[in-house]
C-alpha cells in the first residue's frame, strides 16, 4: 500500500511496532482501504524473543538479524525469561487501540509464531533457506531443543492470552517454517509443542494454524488441535479437507504470485477456488502466504470485492 510505503519512509520498522498508536493507525487504514472481512493486528512474530535476551534488528534489506551466540551457547538452566507483558505493552496497546477504533463487526486477528519457527530463527540467527542447524540442532542436542522449545511455548501462551485480554477476537499461530521438516521430526520434535501452545488457548478464542509446505504431513499437522487450518497453494482444498476431515475450518490458498497478473487470471484462480469450496462452511478465502510487496495494491481490492459478490448468500 503506497500509504504504508509513506509511512515506512520516515519510520524504521522496528520503531512502527512499538509505537502503540502507529501500529494500530497502519491496522486500521489497511482493513478499510482493502475493504477486509477482519484486520491483523500490525506487528512482528520475532518481537517475542526478545523476552529470551537475544538481540533483535532488522536490516534495511537484509530481513532480521538475530544475536542470539550467547544463548544457543548456554546450557537453559540458568535462563531467565522476561515477562512478555511488560516488554510487548506496545502490541496489547495497539491491540486496546485497534479494538476501539475498529467497526464491531470486524474482528481483530492476533498473532505469534509457533514454536518451532521462533526457535529456528533463534538457532539460525536469521532467515535460511536450508535450516541445517535447526536441524542439527534437533538431532545433536535434544535436550536443549526440548528446553529451547518449552521456553518458547510458554512464551507463546502467555504473549497471546495478552493479546486476547487486550481485544484480540481470534489468534492466528503462525508455523511458517515448518514445512523444512519431514512429517516424522515434526511429528516427534515439533507438533507437541505447537499442542501445548493451542490447548491453552483454544477454550478462549478461535485459534488459525498457519503453515507452508505441510501438505505432506498435513493430517499431523491438523492434529495440533486448532479450529483453523491454514493451507498454502501447493495443496488443492478438496484434498486438504480429505485430509483434515470436514469438521474444521480451511483458510487459504491462493497463490500470491497470481496478484501480480491481470484480472482475467486473477479472477479464473478465484473462481477456481470458490467452486472446490462450493456452499460447504468454514471457509476463510485468502492467500496461502503473504501479499508480495510488488503487488498492486489495486488488484487485491478488486479481489476482495469479487470474493464478496460471488459469495453473497451463500
Given at each position: 500500500?503506497?500509504?504504508?510505503?509513506?509511512?515506512?519512509?520516515?519510520?524504521?520498522?522496528?520503531?512502527?511496532?512499538?509505537?502503540?498508536?502507529?501500529?494500530?493507525?497502519?491496522?486500521?487504514?489497511?482493513?478499510?482501504?482493502?475493504?477486509?472481512?477482519?484486520?491483523?493486528?500490525?506487528?512482528?512474530?520475532?518481537?517475542?524473543?526478545?523476552?529470551?535476551?537475544?538481540?533483535?534488528?532488522?536490516?534495511?534489506?537484509?530481513?532480521?538479524?538475530?544475536?542470539?551466540?550467547?544463548?544457543?551457547?548456554?546450557?537453559?538452566?540458568?535462563?531467565?525469561?522476561?515477562?512478555?507483558?511488560?516488554?510487548?505493552?506496545?502490541?496489547y496497546d495497539a491491540i486496546h487501540?485497534?479494538?476501539?477504533?475498529?467497526?464491531?463487526?470486524?474482528?481483530?486477528?492476533?498473532?505469534?509464531?509457533?514454536?518451532?519457527?521462533?526457535?529456528?530463527?533463534?538457532?539460525?540467527?536469521?532467515?535460511?533457506?536450508?535450516?541445517?542447524?535447526?536441524?542439527?540442532?534437533?538431532?545433536?542436542?535434544?535436550?536443549?531443543?526440548?528446553?529451547?522449545?518449552?521456553?518458547?511455548?510458554?512464551?507463546?501462551?502467555?504473549?497471546?492470552?495478552?493479546?486476547?485480554?487486550?481485544?484480540?477476537?481470534?489468534?492466528?499461530?503462525?508455523?511458517?517454517?515448518?514445512?523444512?521438516?519431514?512429517?516424522?521430526?515434526?511429528?516427534?520434535?515439533?507438533?507437541?509443542?505447537?499442542?501445548?501452545?493451542?490447548?491453552?488457548?483454544?477454550?478462549?478464542?478461535?485459534?488459525?494454524?498457519?503453515?507452508?509446505?505441510?501438505?505432506?504431513?498435513?493430517?499431523?499437522?491438523?492434529?495440533?488441535?486448532?479450529?483453523?487450518?491454514?493451507?498454502?497453494?501447493?495443496?488443492?482444498?478438496?484434498?486438504?479437507?480429505?485430509?483434515?476431515?470436514?469438521?474444521?475450518?480451511?483458510?487459504?490458498?491462493?497463490?500470491?504470485?497470481?496478484?501480480?497478473?491481470?484480472?482475467?487470471?486473477?479472477?479464473?484462480?478465484?473462481d477456481h477456488i470458490l467452486k472446490?469450496?462450493?456452499?460447504r462452511p468454514g471457509y476463510i478465502?485468502?492467500?496461502?502466504?503473504?501479499?508480495?510487496?510488488?503487488?498492486?495494491?489495486?488488484?487485491?481490492?478488486?479481489?476482495?470485492?469479487?470474493?464478496?459478490?460471488?459469495?453473497?448468500?451463500?
Amino acid at each position: 500500500m503506497k500509504a504504508y510505503r509513506d509511512i515506512r519512509s520516515k519510520v524504521p520498522f522496528k520503531e512502527l511496532c512499538r509505537r502503540a498508536e502507529l501500529a494500530s493507525e497502519v491496522t486500521v487504514m489497511a482493513c478499510e482501504r482493502i475493504g477486509a472481512d477482519a484486520a491483523i493486528i500490525f506487528s512482528d512474530i520475532l518481537l517475542l524473543i526478545e523476552c529470551l535476551g537475544v538481540g533483535l534488528e532488522y536490516e534495511t534489506r537484509g530481513g532480521p538479524l538475530i544475536k542470539s551466540q550467547n544463548l544457543i551457547k548456554s546450557d537453559f538452566k540458568q535462563l531467565k525469561v522476561q515477562n512478555p507483558d511488560e516488554m510487548l505493552a506496545f502490541v496489547y496497546d495497539a491491540i486496546h487501540l485497534t479494538r476501539r477504533s475498529l467497526r464491531a463487526e470486524i474482528p481483530l486477528i492476533g498473532f505469534a509464531g509457533a514454536p518451532f519457527t521462533m526457535a529456528s530463527y533463534v538457532i539460525e540467527g536469521g532467515s535460511t533457506k536450508n535450516f541445517a542447524r535447526t536441524k542439527a540442532w534437533i538431532v545433536q542436542e535434544p535436550e536443549k531443543w526440548a528446553m529451547l522449545m518449552e521456553h518458547l511455548s510458554e512464551l507463546t501462551v502467555r504473549h497471546l492470552q495478552a493479546q486476547i485480554k487486550a481485544g484480540a477476537n481470534v489468534v492466528q499461530l503462525f508455523d511458517s517454517w515448518a514445512g523444512c521438516l519431514d512429517g516424522e521430526t515434526y511429528r516427534k520434535y515439533v507438533l507437541p509443542y505447537s499442542q501445548q501452545v493451542i490447548t491453552q488457548l483454544r477454550s478462549l478464542v478461535p485459534i488459525i494454524h498457519f503453515g507452508t509446505g505441510t501438505f505432506p504431513f498435513l493430517k499431523e499437522f491438523a492434529s495440533a488441535g486448532s479450529q483453523v487450518v491454514g493451507v498454502d497453494f501447493r495443496a488443492s482444498l478438496n484434498a486438504a479437507w480429505d485430509l483434515i476431515g470436514h469438521d474444521k475450518a480451511i483458510q487459504g490458498n491462493m497463490d500470491p504470485a497470481i496478484l501480480l497478473g491481470k484480472w482475467p487470471v486473477i479472477r479464473e484462480a478465484a473462481d477456481h477456488i470458490l467452486k472446490q469450496v462450493g456452499k460447504r462452511p468454514g471457509y476463510i478465502f485468502n492467500l496461502g502466504h503473504g501479499v508480495l510487496p510488488q503487488t498492486p495494491e489495486q488488484n487485491v481490492i478488486d479481489l476482495i470485492r469479487y470474493v464478496h459478490e460471488q459469495t453473497s448468500g451463500a
